[in-house]
């Protein structure tokens, strides 16, 4: 399973990175904005992608919006810590999951789990 995380703060990248690989054993991928995501969906396949949504260049609305027309079976998780307006506007685009900052180590984990679980299940169906 691959997992791309797409943050423009380099500390929340690194920890989300940390919980991942040490929690769930996964392998990841980071990009420190929409663009530098885009590439990296262009060259590997991702199962999910998490990504904060006030970023520059391409902020994550657009990047969801990108993903759901190229990707659309790719789970994807928005975080911000900015204005939890934009966590609605991202949820309306079909996104499996949002989280306002800071988000809870053991839910982010456990919705990773479940959601990458449900991918494989249904990809061998």
Known sequence: MQ???VDDNVMD??????????NLQLST???????????KLKETHFDLVITDIVMPNIDGIELVQYI?????LTNIIAITGNNPYYLQIV????????????????QLISL?????KKHTNSAYA
């Open 68 to 72: 759901k027309s190229k990707y659309p």
């Open 13 to 22: 990248r690194k920890y989300i990175k940390y919980l991942l690989e040490n």
């Open 3 to 5: 997992v791309l995380i």
């Open 112 to 116: 990773v789990d479940k959601l990458l």
């Open 91 to 106: 949820n309306k685009l079909g996104v499996n999951q949002i989280f306002a900052k800071p988000v809870d180590n053991s």
């Open 29 to 39: 991928k980071t990009a420190k904005d929409g663009l530098d995501a885009i590439n």
